[in-house]
């Protein structure tokens, strides 16, 4: 697979095309966004590669999407593409927040502000949904691994015990049972 995928970019061209994302996203399914630029579009990666970052990246603290830039930068690129990506996820879209802070401030009366912010906000689940019906589908079709993803879905999602725990726990018993049978 490695000959089918496109030349490494430089890091400026990372940064390039996280800032071109991070301006042009609203609300939340960032990762979405980058499986279409990074894996579908551009080639630069597996989608096997893409998913392991991605659970990297939602395993570590903070920002899912901060991460994955990190990640991604950093293999594609090093350290310096680690440090574009993330300048490129953050600073414009940091001076464009401000700014329509702002402006939101003022708007905030109106009743077609809210309606957008609805819109941008189904956009961003539905965005959401398909990247975690992508991951889905690549999950192997053996019965520990669809456990481990429903007993992680019941817990958060319905009992509504605490993320952190919730994914210690079903990530060490996981990686566990996947070394011991490798």
């Not at 996280?18 to 980058?34: D, V």
């Not at 630029?37 to 597996?46: G, N």
Request: include cysteine.
């Amino acid at each position: 697979m490695r000959d089918a995928l496109a030349e490494r970019p430089s890091a400026l061209q990372l940064f390039l095309i996280f800032a071109r994302i991070g301006l042009t996203s609203f609300g939340g399914g960032l990762s979405g966004w980058l499986l279409r630029e990074f894996v579908q579009r551009r080639r630069l990666m597996s989608e096997e590669d893409f998913l392991n970052g991605l659970s990297i990246a939602q395993a570590l603290p903070g920002v899912n999407v901060t991460n994955m830039a990190i990640w991604i930068g950093y293999k594609l690129a090093g350290r310096s593409g680690a440090i574009a990506c993330w300048l490129g996820i953050v600073v414009p879209a940091a001076f464009v927040i401000v700014l329509i802070a702002s402006l939101f401030a003022s708007l905030s009366s109106y009743a077609l502000t809210h309606v957008a912010l609805v819109g941008a906000a189904a956009a961003a689940i539905g965005l959401s949904l398909s990247m975690g019906l992508t991951a889905a589908l690549r999950v192997p079709r053996r019965v520990f691994p669809l456990t481990i993803m429903a007993a992680t879905f019941v817990a958060v999602a319905i009992l509504k015990w605490p993320l952190l725990w919730t994914v210690l726990i079903a990530g060490s018993l996981s990686v566990a049972v996947t070394y011991a049978r490798n």
